[in-house]
């Protein structure tokens, strides 16, 4: 695979999404950690539909990971490859157990579980398709 081909991926698939994510949930969640939503062009602008906060940021980020390891693992023969796509499936739904157990800090919500799912899917679907 051409060097230009994993960059273009990694931007489109990757760190596009990751920064969509991060804008969309420190724009509007009372939890900022860039304080994008005290902009005063930006303060009054709220979203009607609570799933744009919460729930399309953990499907961008989910879709994020597995694209970084399907990208990083993409040719590899090895088993390894499985074990870090393994590992990445159990990053993402694992969050929402341990908070779904209190052993982590943040609300359980079964849509943030079909948003993760979405995202691993869209993920895996986009790359396996991308004409190489």
């Known amino acids: ?17 990751l920064a969509v ?17 005290k902009f005063e062009l930006l303060k009054n602008v709220k979203p009607k539909w609570d799933g744009l906060v919460y729930n399309v940021p953990d499907g961008l980020w989910a879709f ?7 990208i990083i693992w993409q040719g590899e023969k090895s088993g390894v490859k499985y074990l870090w796509i393994f590992l990445a499936l159990c990053l993402a739904f694992g969050s929402e157990i341990l908070q779904k157990l209190n052993i982590l800090k943040g609300t359980f919500d079964w849509w943030d579980i079909l948003a993760i799912g979405v995202g691993v899917l869209l993920s895996i679907l986009m790359l396996f398709n991308w004409k190489r």
Do not use: C, E, K
Request: glycine share 2%.
């Open 21 to 37: 994510g991060v804008l969309l949930y420190d724009w509007f969640s009372a939890s900022s950690v860039f304080n994008i939503h």
């Open 1 to 17: 695979m051409r060097i230009s081909t994993t960059i273009l991926q990694t931007v489109l698939f990757v760190l596009l999404p």
């Open 64 to 70: 994020s990971l597995m694209s970084a390891m399907l």
